[in-house]
Nanobody, 124 residues
């Protein structure tokens, strides 16, 4: 099972980016999918998560600016980021939870599979 994150880049403050996460692997269909981020010198933090039912969870500080979605048929997850701020600069990681396993959306330890990360830089 592999996760491939993409879509990061340099964007000006106030701009938008859409991150994608492709999950591959024989018959792999994640339970929950999530995004975490880690800024230089800081701990990894939860951004957003989505379950197979479509239920979504967000870090309180990001509600209203970020939107998580997924296409189960294509085994893909997405993170739409709007009104980006310099403090959103970080490496963003996608994560997936094994099918039929316990899932605690905001806990990074609940995710067995991780992508390599994609760098988002918000700067003028």
């Amino acid at each position: 099972v592999q996760l491939q994150a993409s879509g990061g880049g340099l964007v000006q403050p106030g701009g938008s980016l859409r991150l994608s996460c492709a999950a591959s692997g024989r018959s792999f269909s994640p339970n929950g999918m999530a995004w975490f981020r880690q800024a230089t010198g800081k701990e990894r933090e939860f951004v957003a998560a989505i379950g197979r039912s479509g239920a979504t969870y967000y870090a309180d500080s990001l509600k209203g600016r970020f939107t998580i979605s997924r296409d189960i048929s294509k085994n893909m997850g997405f993170l739409q980021m709007n009104s980006l701020k310099p403090e959103d600069t970080a490496v963003y990681y996608c994560a997936a939870n094994r099918p039929f396993s316990a899932w605690y959306p905001e806990k990074h330890t609940t995710y067995q599979y991780w992508g390599q990360g994609t760098l988002v830089t918000v700067s003028s």
